[in-house]
């Protein structure tokens, strides 16, 4: 299956994003340019991959596209690792000269990257781009800040319930339909093969613990005129929580071993034969396929509260942005529609297994890849992101998400209390961002 390609750096990295994007960001001046010449050389920034061959090979047919469009202008392209990558691109947002005309960014860092005035608002192209129409909500939501929009949506990631068919086949069980029944399938797993997890869970996965308490009706801000203001406290939010943390203990998954566990940890978990269930991404694949459970498993969307739901899933991911300091910036955009057009999609999804931002596009590829079908459900029933401030780096960086399931599955502090204090850290980040 081609989706075997697929690395698990570009949305794991962007995930990342956030815990360095906007935590100790420089001063910017403004870098904007008032030229905007027709010809020359474009120069590019886009994430390293594990295997990058089959991403640049898309990558220069776009380039050979938009150069015979294009004829007086030329492209250079560097690949980036994505561990340095803030570093570099707010170093580029200070020094014009030195910057590249366009970047591959992770979706979270969009607030804290237009709080540094680095990227140009192209909201007027990309409503006038016919493509656009066909882009996922979401990931529109995911370039726009303020109701201006910097960038064009590049590829996504969601995460589903992955689960070990030998397992549920030898206990007599079916899939979970709701959420209470993914807790008790779990013990249940627990209870009769005591050497698994029932489903493998971290304290430090976020995004795998967000589906919960968006399920029961949580959020993890609401915006206000002024900003955001944590939700995590509220009474919906918090029965997310408990759901969540219902997962942590001797029935299920030891708080000793699974409070410190991240995303990475329970996929490795799920892999290696140690857990029956976990919450993994359409990038996570290739490391199952690569594991003892190879041709054991199969994955459906995370079920909601109710059967026939699906739980709001986060929806990771990569944008392509023009820098405000171009010298080309007519140059720029038409390069970054090409580069997060259709057709670039569509062959990023055959080389990398990239599941593309538009709705008609990933119809088309579910059609190609049975193994895509329950991350498109889990994409067509509605995907959430984080809120679309510079603060939500800050949260990230401080990890006061994870400190607040760690106090709790350790018993340190109850769910209201671990809540309240949550909910003070992130007003006080928001309120710093601005």
Known sequence: MKLRSRIAAPVTALVLAGLTATACAPGTSDTSSSKDEKSGTLRVWLFQEVNNDPKKKVVDEAIAA????????KVEVEYIPVETRAQRIKAAFNDPKSAPDVIEYGNTDTAGYVKDGGLADISKEFGAWAESKDTDPTA???VTVGGKVYGAPFFVGVRALYYRTDVFKELGLKPPATQDELISTAKQIRK??????????GGAYTYGAMPFIWANGGELADESGTGYKSAI??????????????LFGDDNCPAAKCASMGGNATVTAFASGTAAMAIGGDFSHQAVEAG???????????PGTKAGEIAPAFAGGNNIGVLKSTSHRTLAVELTKKFAGKDTQRRLFDAMGFLPTYTDVRAEVAKKDPFVEPF???????????????????????TVLPTMFQEIVSGKKNVAAASDDAAKKMDAAFSSAG
């Open 376 to 398: 498109v459900k889990t994409l067509g029933a509605g995907t959430k992101f984080v809120p679309a401030s510079a603060g939500w780096g800050q949260i990230d960086a401080s």
């Open 233 to 246: 406290n509220s009474e919906a939010s918090r029965k997310g929580i408990t759901a969540y943390t219902s």
């Open 140 to 142: 529109t939501q995911s």
């Open 66 to 73: 938009f150069t015979e469009e294009n004829k007086d202008a």
């Open 292 to 302: 003892k459970v190879k041709g054991k498993y199969a994955v459906v969307p995370l």
């Open 192 to 201: 009769a093969k005591p050497e698994l997890y029932g489903i493998a869970v």
